[in-house]
């Protein structure tokens, strides 16, 4: 059974960094063709990619965000870790990962964690 | 950067009634597009991969067609456990997400 669950602060100040942690399990980050991807979804809003790793250590991100995300990965611990700098109360959002699957020319965010809200105030 | 554009933003049908929803890229993305749905209070959940090819498990009254620009998302014969929001989401060139079709009872 594959699981995801996100972790980090739920309230953040401005300015700040946010840090947030994926820890998944039944599925291993150094298999070919699976990766972990961050989404963001501002509270009655659509759904916004951030940012992806893939097994191969292959990384994209948004390029409205580029400047201000770093995803990285943990495969013995399996983790994945966003940073986003520099957050402002636009960015507060529920915040899920997905793992993500490659398939011949298919790409997919498969299964999903269950997303964690977090708040940018003073 | 690819724009997704989806059609109706909300739709109110009964049950049984077969629903469609559009969505259209700003460029060619071949037929690299998904379909979620997402239920209120939940995560997405895969429904549709490669524009037509249906996720394990899911119901057969789910399907998605077309490929370029324009694409297709029907429900044959709507259910009560259908109300969700149903978003389509481009892999051409890296990932965008349409703004979502909320489909309700009516």
């Known amino acids: 059974q594959i699981t995801l669950k996100e972790s980090g602060p739920t309230l953040v100040k401005p300015t700040q960094t946010l840090t947030l942690t994926c820890t998944f399990s039944g599925f291993s980050l150094s298999t070919s063709g699976v990766g972990v991807g961050w989404i963001r979804q501002p509270p009655g809003k659509a759904l916004e990619w951030l940012a992806l790793i893939y097994w191969n250590d292959d990384k994209r991100y948004s390029p409205s965000l580029k400047s201000r995300l770093t995803i990285t990965k943990d495969t013995s611990k399996n983790q994945v870790v966003l940073t986003m700098t520099n957050m402002d109360p636009v960015d507060t959002a529920t915040y899920y990962c997905?793992?993500?699957?490659?398939?011949?020319?298919?790409?997919?965010?498969?299964?999903w964690g269950q997303g964690t809200l977090v708040t940018v105030s003073s | 950067d690819i724009q997704m554009t989806q059609s109706p933003s909300s739709l109110s049908a009964s049950v049984g009634d077969r629903v469609t929803i559009t969505c259209q890229a700003s460029q060619d993305i071949s037929n690299y597009l998904n379909w979620y749905q997402q239920k209120p209070g939940k995560a997405p959940k895969l429904l549709i991969y490669d524009a037509s090819n249906l996720e394990t498990g899911v119901p057969s009254r789910f399907s998605g067609s077309g490929s370029g620009t324009d694409f297709t998302f029907t429900i044959s014969s709507l259910q009560p456990e259908d109300i969700a929001t149903y978003y389509c989401?481009?892999?051409?060139?890296?990932?965008?997400f349409g703004q979502g079709t909320k489909l309700e009872i009516k």
């Open positions: 997905a793992r993500a699957y490659q398939l011949l020319y298919a790409e997919y965010f498969q299964h």
């Open positions: 989401q481009q892999y051409d060139n890296l990932y965008t």
